[in-house]
């Protein structure tokens, strides 16, 4: 009898659609791949679309350290009105004409939302306050604060803007932006504190995706390429694309994959993990350098 075929280790780059958890994507792809051990890198909400990056098999592995990753989106932040949620999905808290907000008012507003910021995740998020997470807190309706958290927005534009009308009919103003951000920046809080700021208020209508890491949309796949064809990057090539890489002859080799830790070239003290190579162009290692020596984050070899 033979035994059913494993699926090649990788990463899996999914165009994730709206309505769809990042959980609910990682349950799909464990029937299309055949296998349990599949892992996500980074969530995104349900409304979002765009790169989520899965690891299948070995590359599990690989999630945690890609976790830390610079991401790009492209949104629509629409001023005049707040939600519960701070995005599309919740119910409308307020609503204030912003048809008087000028474009010099958004570009200044915007300015303070860039580089290095504090910014307190949205209320309806899955970060954890004393071991509960903050969405389960809100939607039993307790009163809690979340503390601000040190986050990076390297770029934040502004593309557009436009006049329309709230189902209300609030006059209302939708601001076609692009962030690029570090791992942990909630877009819709971005939405939330600019319109804050210009005193209108402010959530966001849509988002996408369309970076992680070296990741992009133009090698992502959809749900349904993937069903018709399961298209894996190898982890060699993931890993390469990801981090520094290190190559090293078969004797390293060897003695990097038993535990040995190995004197590591100048070049990469203080990059942060850096992929260890074998003599074949095989991933052997995620490594770090720790007083000018090799220290194994994780083998694969």
């Known amino acids: 009898m033979s035994s059913k075929p494993t699926p090649p280790d990788g990463l899996v780059i999914v165009d994730k659609p709206s ?11 464990r029937g299309i791949a055949k296998t349990r051990r599949i892992g996500h890198a980074g969530t995104l909400d349900p409304m979002a679309t765009g790169v989520l990056v899965l690891g ?6 690989l999630l945690g350290h890609l976790a830390l ?17 701070d995005d599309a999905e919740g119910e409308i808290t307020s609503s204030t004409d912003a048809s008087g907000v000028t474009r010099d008012a958004v570009d200044t507003a915007v300015a303070k939302l860039t580089g290095d910021i504090m910014q307190v995740p949205s209320k309806v998020s899955a970060i954890k ?9 809100a939607r039993e309706g307790e009163e809690f604060d979340i503390p601000a958290r040190p986050v990076t927005v390297s770029s ?14 609030t006059p209302v103003l939708d601001l076609v932006v692009s962030v690029v951000c570090s791992s942990g920046t909630y877009i819709r809080a971005l939405a939330r504190d600019l319109g804050a700021d210009l005193g209108v208020g402010g959530h966001l209508t849509a988002l996408r995706r369309t970076r992680v890491g070296p990741y992009k949309l ?12 399961l298209t894996v990057m190898p982890i060699a090539e993931a890993a390469a694309a990801a981090f520094p890489r290190w190559d090293v002859d078969a004797r390293r080799a060897r003695l990097l994959t038993n535990g040995v830790r190995l004197d590591i070239p100048d070049e990469y003290a203080g990059t942060g993990p ?21 220290r194994s984050l ?4």
């Open 156 to 169: 934040f534009r502004v593309y557009d803007i436009r006049e329309a009308a709230a189902d209300d009919g």
């Open 69 to 85: 990753t610079e991401k790009e989106y492209l949104g629509t932040v629409r001023l005049g009105q707040d939600t519960i949620t």
């Open 274 to 294: 850096v992929a260890a190579f074998g003599p074949e162009g095989s991933l052997l290692a995620l490594v770090e350098e720790q007083r000018g020596k090799a």
């Open 218 to 229: 133009d090698s992502a796949r959809t749900l349904d390429q993937l069903q018709q064809e």
């Open 129 to 137: 306050i004393n071991g509960v997470r903050s969405y389960k807190r």
């Open 19 to 29: 309505g769809f958890t990042s959980h609910d994507v990682v349950a799909k792809m």
């Open 56 to 61: 299948v098999e070995k590359a599990t592995k």
């Open 298 to 301: 994780t083998v694969f070899g």
